[in-house]
């Protein structure tokens, strides 16, 4: 945990959030600026900066991402209509918040290549 990263103040509770799925290892809630009319972000409760810093050893819960994104993708109705999952990492892809995510946006159609 690191008091300076808001993603780990939202994991401990001191940052609000719109939580829409907590367990001990993944937390999922709704992204503050949203790019689409659904955003949410799903991220490890263990502080992982980036996609470069990921280790073997934290395989199963970097799985565990994507199960999370698409569950809340389906509890939210968006299923069958389609939704994007997307990481950036680093700053050309724009990563603003160095503890690792993943967006989940549906409601809209997203036009591909992303910008
Ligand atoms: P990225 O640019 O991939 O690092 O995405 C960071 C995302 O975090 C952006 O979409 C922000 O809107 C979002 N964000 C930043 N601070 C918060 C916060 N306190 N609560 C929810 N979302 C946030
Ligand atoms: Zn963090």
Redesign the pocket.
């Known amino acids: 945990m690191q008091n300076r990263c808001?993603f780990c103040r939202?994991v401990q509770g001191i940052?609000p959030?719109r939580i829409l799925y907590r367990d001990e290892e993944v937390i999922a809630?709704?992204?503050?600026?949203p790019q689409a009319p659904f955003h949410a972000?799903v991220i490890p409760t263990q502080h992982i900066a980036s996609l470069n810093d990921i280790e073997v050893a934290q395989d199963r819960v970097l799985g565990k991402l994507f199960l999370v994104a698409k569950q809340i993708a389906h509890g939210a109705g968006y299923t069958e209509s389609g939704y994007r999952v997307a990481m950036?990492c680093g700053r050309d892809a724009?990563?603003?918040?160095f503890h690792i995510?993943l967006?989940v946006l549906a409601g809209r159609f997203l036009t591909w290549p992303p910008g």
């Open positions: 808001v939202i940052e959030a809630f709704r992204d503050i600026n972000l950036n724009g990563q603003t918040v995510h967006h």
